[in-house]
């Protein structure tokens, strides 16, 4: 943490109202249970903390001195700096509001791509606060979820959005077929990363349109990605991230098995094979991933390291090899004993799986819980839907359902505080993307855990029974 940080922290320690966010037993009956569909109601400890929050002196919020606007955006501050949470509603009206809040970073970047996010306060790269331009990168894995979201509720508008996305993303193809290095706006660069990430979006686009103009960008950037293959991992650098492999590659090699799956190219199933072998080789006994960072190899994000994770499991499932899907359930079990009791993790571990910060990385932990969910859909095991049912209520009470602001209404924060060290003080369009990826699949699974408790003879947990309606 920051000495900023530290210092809010003694503080607020010393002032005799200070609010958590709870949620009850009985008010996760209410909300998750389907018994009834209002919110759950503060505690007086809670109630209490949230009239501290408007007197909060400005002085008192981290960073407010370096150009955080006022107003409700201020509030955002207060609330973390004294640890509040948001009242949690049914399921619908947190995917409905992450959703719409993806709509609103959509119109805002204009053109079909994504704002990046929302920021709190000026970024210097862009030299800009509010909405921030699109993101090719995180554009094109949004492309799934929108079509996710039209097949559940067959709003049209969804599909269309998604279709328009995944134009742009042909629109702003670098001519080597490699996709851009950071948002739009900023000097262009190709990145590995960002390349593999747009093919899961060409490759739904297509499958649900038929486009070829789709089918060969996906085969454009997936020719790119092969040659530059260095061995069996990428080293071409990003302006964004060290020098060197990054074993969250694996998210690139899980993209071309997309690829390889639709057009039967036996070269892009060979690159991704060899990259996630490779994966497999910087995994530790523990299920610890090395060199898994963008920015700290020693202490990497839960971020990274469940997008690891999470590639070997797909990929596992994809090629019918169960040593890739071992290799991820090891890292989710590691997870599942460092889950805190109020279903959040630490934002950055060591190699020994000690949390190495006390905040959390929001982004990851919505992806661990689609982990968890898909090693449930996988083995049936509830351990795995209770873990991520805790872990989607604990998303919950940070998404602010009722601001005025809209890029703050229904948008998730890449960290926790938003001062936090990740994606400080902005909103960022992939936690709202993974967030609403495991509403979905938690919804989806939700009749199967059911099945699973009524089986086993025994009552699913309070955080289990149902889901929220």
């Not at 955006?73 to 619908?92: E, F, I, K, Q, T």
């Not at 080293?235 to 074993?247: D, E, I, K, L, Q």
């Amino acid at each position: 943490m920051t000495d900023a940080t530290t210092g809010q922290r003694q503080r607020s320690s010393q002032r005799p109202m200070r609010g958590r966010a709870r949620v009850r037993s009985g008010a996760l009956i209410r909300v998750f249970g389907g018994r009834a569909r209002q919110t759950w109601r503060p505690t007086r400890r809670l109630a209490a903390g949230h009239s501290s929050m408007r007197s909060c002196r400005r002085a008192d919020v981290p960073g407010s001195g370096e150009g955080v606007v006022s107003g409700e955006l201020s509030a955002v501050l207060a609330r973390d700096a004294l640890r509040l949470g948001h009242p949690v509603s049914s399921r619908d009206a947190h995917l409905s509001a992450v959703m719409g809040w993806l709509c609103r970073a959509q119109d805002a970047a204009g053109g079909g791509g994504v704002s990046y996010g929302y920021a709190l306060r000026r970024m210097r790269d862009q030299k800009r606060k509010g909405w921030l331009t699109a993101y090719a990168e995180t554009t094109g894995y949004i492309i799934p979820t929108f079509l996710d979201y039209y097949r559940l509720t067959g709003r049209d508008e969804y599909r269309a959005r998604a279709i328009r996305m995944a134009q742009w993303e042909v629109g702003v193809q670098m001519d080597s077929g490699a996709v851009l290095a950071g948002p739009l706006g900023l000097p262009p660069a190709p990145a590995i990363f960002n390349t593999g990430q747009v093919l899961f979006g060409w490759v739904a686009a297509f499958e649900e349109t038929g486009d070829e103009a789709f089918l060969a960008a996906a085969t454009r950037a997936a020719d790119f990605l092969v040659k530059e293959q260095d061995g069996c991992a990428w080293t071409r650098g990003s302006p964004y991230a060290h020098c060197g492999v990054h074993t969250y590659d694996a998210r690139v090699a899980w993209g071309l098995l997309e690829v390889a799956r639709v057009v039967q190219e036996p070269a892009y199933k060979a690159a991704a094979i060899c990259n996630l072998d490779f994966a497999l080789s910087r995994q530790t006994e523990n299920g610890w991933f090395a060199e898994c960072c963008l920015t700290d190899n020693e202490r990497p994000l839960l971020h990274t390291l469940a997008y690891a994770a999470e590639s070997l499991l797909a990929a596992g499932v994809m090629l019918d090899a169960p040593e890739y899907v071992d290799a991820a359930r090891t890292t989710a079990d590691a997870l599942l004993a460092l889950q805190r009791p109020n279903g959040d993790l630490a934002g950055r571990f060591d190699s020994a799986w000690r949390p190495a910060v006390k905040w959390s990385c929001l982004t990851g932990s919505a992806q661990t819980a689609v982990i968890w969910l898909r090693l449930f859909e996988l083995a049936g095991d509830g351990i795995y839907f209770d873990a991520a049912r805790r872990a989607s209520l604990h998303l919950c009470t940070t998404q602010d359902l009722r601001a005025r602001c809209a890029g703050i209404r229904g948008g998730i924060k890449g960290s926790n505080p938003v001062w936090s060290q990740y994606a400080s003080y902005v909103y960022v369009n992939w936690a709202a993307k993974f967030f609403a990826d495991a509403l979905m699949l938690d919804q989806r699974l939700e009749s199967q855990r059911t099945r699973v408790a009524s089986q086993a003879g025994t009552a699913p947990t309070h955080e289990s029974s149902g889901g929220p309606r």
